[in-house]
């Protein structure tokens, strides 16, 4: 009940297409949706965020998209460039007294030029 | 304005050893959260403090313990290391108990042999 499922496992897309990753929760009460992106050898930097309440957010050329009737959200990225090559976290988090954080698995996106 | 640090870089130990590994975060932030990354796979939530109290706390046996100080840094301790225990350890911070936008350090590369 506190996982969040990710995917795909790895994506290849060529320069300037959409990179779209998928992902599901069973939590309910889950209440921050975050997207990380991770550099090999970098801590993971947040991206965009986005809350239950809302179905659409866009930052620049990154838009997470969430469906609350189905626990679903993914993140699209538009006009993807070799420099977005890395691993992308989807996340959940959830305040009982103080937050935990759940990560998804990790997608790890190439980019070709 | 510094990110948020962490100490040692790199560290190798061998089983049945303890470990300590060190965070301070980033200027202005008072919360601390510590988890295990092991390769290819997501963050996985080991615990929170804020108030120099563990607030909430993931999965993990009690051979992971941790500390905040008065100046909001962080320890993290793991007693009788396994081989299993290998894993690049991520702290990240933020401000208040709530739901909000955390910043991660570049980790420590724990190793054990």
């Known amino acids: 009940q506190q996982q969040v499922k990710q995917s795909p496992q790895s994506l290849i897309v060529q320069k300037g297409g959409i990179s779209i990753i998928n992902c599901a929760y069973e939590n309910t009460a889950f209440d921050y949706f975050p997207w990380y992106q991770q550099f090999p050898g970098k801590g993971p930097a947040l991206l965009i965020a986005?809350?239950?309440?809302?179905s659409e957010k866009k930052e620049g050329r990154f838009t997470i998209s969430f469906n609350k009737s189905a626990k679903q959200f993914s993140l699209h990225i538009m006009d993807s460039q070799p420099g977005d090559s890395a691993t992308y976290f989807c996340?959940?988090?959830?305040?009982?007294?103080?937050?935990?954080?759940?990560f998804g698995a990790g997608t790890r996106l190439f980019v070709k030029a | 304005d510094a990110g948020v640090t962490q100490s040692p870089t790199h560290l190798i130990k061998t089983r049945g050893q303890q470990v300590t590994l060190r965070c301070s975060p980033k200027s202005g932030h008072d919360t601390v959260s510590w988890y295990q990354q092991a390769l290819g796979q997501g963050p996985q939530f080991i615990f929170q403090?804020?108030?120099?109290?563990e607030r909430q706390r993931g999965n993990f046996p009690d051979r992971f313990s941790g500390h905040q100080f008065p100046n909001y840094s962080s320890e993290l301790n793991v007693n009788a290391l396994l081989l299993g225990d290998s894993a690049l350890y991520l702290c990240a911070s933020s401000w208040g108990a709530g739901l909000v936008e955390q910043f991660f350090g570049p980790g420590t590369r724990l190793t054990v042999l």
């Open positions: 996340a959940a988090s959830i305040n009982t007294g103080g937050f935990k954080t759940i």
């Open positions: 403090y804020y108030e120099e109290e």
């Open positions: 986005i809350r239950p309440d809302v």
